[in-house]
């Protein structure tokens, strides 16, 4: 067997691993070894007994190494010197005999044989003491493989029980059909699990599983989907939440969670994954290609992780190698190292007290670090380097369920675009945001290496409040200034900042010294809309002198800085109005609902869930709906939305209880409950028996355009591709093969050209994607 702490590709010939049942009693310290007691001996051989007990190296009952020897056991040949094992503390042994052939054997009886590793697997755990209250052991000396699998009400899965050890010696083979159907380890409302090692491969929906457990422990995880076996819906390595009985009251959150390591490669939804967790510590998570987010920690709290590496992850898209979200609290991260992926780091929705002591970002696709919505967030050294957009951009969105950006800390950063066409537009920037009232306030960014990044500018800050002090390369304002020999003042650079309430502060050097006595003193003025640094000569040394400058703003903060913000939000009413936010409009994902909820929506919310029912389109959730036509649902603040010259797709569905379905666009901020357009809508709409109708409506309640389809599938996903072009709309719906069933176009001009998405009394709806082919 391969080492467990490689990262070298998983055999899938689980031919090395068979056994004889003799070599298996023998593990389990029965039949003729079965009155043996203590350790093996750790060395064979003469010895003077000087030796020390065992070399640092040397297998010692196998603990925490691999049964190396096993495939080569016979049972002529067992000996107490290569035998004695850490399976024989095992209180059921599970094993494959040269036949092919599965067992699951107890010290005293075989509690299964058969074909099959899952039963196997399971009869094995379900043969532990009923109503135990210490931990019982399984070994799974033997590789196994999992699937296909048909929807039968349930995915496939391995069930672990509370109070329960299993080890996995070998690999899980996961091999599906259609779509992804089998999630490997699975837990439930169970708690005091171990699972010292697994390696899991291939196409599962996600291949652990852990919701409302306490108390659990995995030592190596190794999760690999080949790239040759991706199929419809499958999903991330490990999630564990807490969301067994359901949300918000019923919410039974997991708690008391520890990580060694894990390993994980071209999975396609996040790599590790939390939602509603209370104490978690991970050691170091390596995430390499495919999916989205290496680790993804959602309204998680008191959580500390070693160091987080992802490589090619969701490039192009929104997610990051290391991504706070949903209300997170009290998190440390050691060390987030990105490489190529969407973005290094991202804290956002309310992710608050949170701290990440070094980062080594390079050429993410999209931010190397965004903050966004929360409070007392620090990052403190390290390399951002080479990004798509801002290196780190600090800012707050327009939703009021969320806090604005405040009291966030970026230090000893070097931040830097050395590629012949830089794209960075600056290093660091910290915006106002839209909000009406309090918005990104006390900011510091201080003593950072901002030097050849930026294409626009180094630092780029908005709100008042903004601490900028120490940094290399730039401040508020940096230059170059002539002072000019009998001048009165020397030298005026105006405007250095139009922040009224600034506390400014300047670090000047003459660039080169003259070979006489100068001197000169500096003051600020303000011009009635900002402030200019005025120069005036001390000892005018009789000739101009190049002065170059940095303005940092330290600031006079006691504690009664006044909000920021303020104004209208640009949401405006019905009648019209510039709608103007703050993100992306790249291809990639708007929302999939991977983050198994709809914490981002208002409106409607009690007639719509997020679930796992099959189908699902995209990863393993989607959304479902129970409400009527005018059941609204919106999201203003996603990451990324489409607007006017973007191309997008959603994947719409009707079901028995919802008869209607769509996608909505264009929306305004916050929603208006007496309207009912407050967005433009796509949809599938049944006029009649066998009769329904493919519709776009405007927001001023117009309907553009209208196709009859004929009969529709219930329960089953429907795409519609919207391809918004300026002043001009073409709508097509594609069946759930891919077939196209009605296309149009019309004019629509609008002065909602951005905006939210949702949906209205939609049976189901998934994966909202902006698409690579943008007009």
Avoid at 43 to 50: A, I, L, M, P, T
Avoid at 105 to 110: A, L, P, Q, S
Avoid at 282 to 310: E, F, K, R, Y
Avoid at 609 to 632: D, F, I, M
Wanted: glycine share 14%; aromatic share 6%.
């Amino acid at each position: 067997m391969r080492d467990s702490n490689s990262h070298g590709t998983p055999s899938s010939d689980a031919d090395g691993l068979t056994m004889t049942r003799r070599v298996a009693m023998t593990l389990l310290g029965a039949g003729t070894l079965a009155g043996a007691s203590g350790i093996a001996a750790a060395q064979e051989g003469d010895g003077n007994g000087n030796e020390p007990t065992r070399k640092w190296n040397q297998d010692v009952d196998a603990q925490d190494h691999d049964l190396r020897n096993v495939g080569g056991l016979d049972a002529g040949g067992a000996t107490l010197g290569n035998v004695r094992t850490a399976a024989r503390d095992a209180d059921v042994l599970v094993w494959q005999g040269p036949d092919g052939t599965y067992h699951a054997d107890g010290v005293d009886e075989t509690v299964h044989s058969g074909d099959d590793f899952t039963a196997t697997v399971q009869a094995a755990l379900d043969s532990l003491t009923d109503g135990r209250t210490t931990k019982e052991k399984v070994v799974v000396a033997c590789s196994g493989t999992m699937g296909p699998h048909e929807w039968d009400g349930d995915v496939l899965a391995i069930d672990i029980p509370s109070y329960t050890i299993v080890d996995f010696r070998g690999t899980i083979h996961v091999e599906d059909e259609g779509e992804a159907l089998i999630r490997p380890l699975r837990a439930l409302n169970a708690e005091e699990i171990e699972i010292p090692r697994v390696a899991i491969s291939g196409n599962f929906r996600s291949a652990v599983w852990f919701r409302s457990v306490s108390n659990v422990r995995f030592g190596h995880v190794d999760i690999r989907t080949p790239e040759d076996s991706v199929i419809s819906a499958t999903g991330g390595g490990v999630r564990i939440d807490g969301f067994a009985e359901g949300r918000g009251d019923d919410t039974i959150r997991t708690t008391d969670v520890q990580v060694d390591t894990a390993y994980f490669e071209n999975v396609q939804g996040h790599a590790f994954e939390t939602y509603a967790v209370d104490r978690i510590q991970i050691g170091q998570v390596i995430a390499n290609g495919g999916g989205q987010c290496g680790v993804l920690l959602n309204d998680t709290s008191d959580a500390t992780v070693n160091a987080v590496v992802g490589k090619d992850l969701d490039v192009g898209g929104g997610y990051a190698a290391f991504r706070l979200a949903n209300g997170c609290e009290d998190v440390t991260c050691g060390q987030v190292v990105a490489r190529n992926c969407a973005r290094g780091v991202f804290t956002v929705s309310a992710s608050s007290n949170a701290t990440i002591n070094g980062v080594n970002i390079v050429g993410t696709t999209s931010h190397g670090i965004l903050i966004q919505d929360g409070e007392n967030v620090t990052v403190d050294g390290g390399l951002v380097k080479n990004t798509g957009a801002e290196g780190v951009r600090i800012d707050s969105r327009s939703s009021p369920q969320h806090p604005p950006a405040e009291g966030v800390s970026v230090s000893n950063l070097r931040v830097v675009d050395d590629r012949d066409d830089p794209q960075m537009p600056y290093a660091i920037s910290v915006t106002e945001g839209p909000r009406d009232g309090r918005d990104t306030n006390n900011v510091r960014v201080v003593n950072n290496d901002v030097r050849n990044s930026g294409a626009e500018g180094a630092i780029n800050v908005e709100p008042s409040s903004v601490v900028v002090r120490d940094n290399v390369g730039d401040g508020v304002a940096s230059g170059t200034v002539t002072l000019s020999s009998g001048s009165d003042p020397a030298a005026r650079v105006e405007n250095v900042t139009t922040q009224g309430q600034a506390t400014l502060d300047l670090r000047a050097k003459v660039f080169d010294p003259p070979g006489t006595a100068f001197a000169y003193d500096h003051r600020f003025e303000y011009n009635g809309s900002g402030w200019d640094v005025v120069v005036e000569w001390v000892e005018d040394p009789g000739e101009d002198l190049a002065l170059d400058y940095v303005v940092d703003q330290p600031q006079a903060l006691v504690g009664r800085d006044p909000a920021s913000g303020g104004g209208d939000d640009g949401g405006g009413g019905d009648d019209g109005g510039e709608v103007s936010w703050d993100y992306d409009t790249s291809p990639g994902v708007v929302d999939d609902f991977e983050d198994g909820g709809i914490d981002e929506y208002e409106g409607a919310t009690g007639d719509y869930e997020v679930n796992q029912t099959s189908p699902v389109p995209s990863g393993s959730y989607r959304l479902e709906g129970s409400g009527g036509e005018n059941s609204k649902l919106l999201a203003a603040d996603l990451d990324r939305m489409p607007a006017e010259g973007t191309k997008f797709s959603a994947k719409i569905g009707a079901t028995s209880d919802a008869q209607n379905a769509g996608v909505a666009f264009g929306s305004a901020k916050s929603l208006d409950a007496d309207s009912a357009f407050p967005f433009h809508f796509a949809r599938l709409w049944k006029s009649g028996e066998d009769d329904w109708r493919f519709q776009v409506w405007q927001r001023n309640g117009t309907q553009v355009i209208e196709q009859s389809v004929g009969a529709v599938t219930l329960g089953e996903f429907y795409e519609v591709v919207i391809d918004w072009a300026d002043g001009e709309l073409t709508a097509t719906l594609n069946d759930p093969d891919g077939n196209e069933v009605a296309t149009g176009t019309t004019s629509f001009e609008t002065d909602y050209t951005e905006g939210g998405v949702g949906t209205r009394g939609t049976g189901l709806l998934d994966e909202i994607r902006i698409l690579e082919d943008n007009t």
